[in-house]
């Protein structure tokens, strides 16, 4: 696996807060919040600039807390309401990764970037993002794309 370092410039996304807990549920809620977000990209016109993205602000043990989204361009997330929010994503060093594979072994992927990370001295924070690549509807899980996001610093 490999693992290397970017600058990335810092990116708006719009998106909708989900928790669940670690099981079989997170898929339930990652589809009901991007499908949520898309309707809103949909019915006002927005062209999304990536494929749909997780965000992650920090790592409970007990329950995952995620935003599912959209990197969108400045003007269109100025144009969020009701239960879509916009923010962005940090700009400068980040350690990135592609996760191949079902989504339910990518904590495989990032389990094996900390350790590049620690092995190499390099302290990672959040937000960690992920950037799934593929359309699962599509793709066989085996071969699904994710890309792995980690702030540096």
Known sequence: MEFITKDL?????IYVDR???YGPEIAEAMGSAFGEVYGFVQENGITPLSMPLT?????DPKVLRFRAGFAVSAED??????TIKADTLPGGATMTGVHVGPYDRMNETHQAMWAHM????????MPIWEVYVDDPDTVEADKLRTE???TLG
Do not use: S, T
Request: proline content about 3%; aromatic content about 10%.
């Open 148 to 150: 792995i996001y980690c």
């Open 55 to 59: 965000v992650y602000l920090g790592m």
């Open 19 to 21: 928790e669940c807990g």
């Open 9 to 13: 410039p810092e990116q708006n996304y």
């Open 77 to 82: 997330a100025a144009r969020v309401n009701g």
């Open 118 to 125: 620690e092995a190499d001295g390099i302290k990672g924070g």
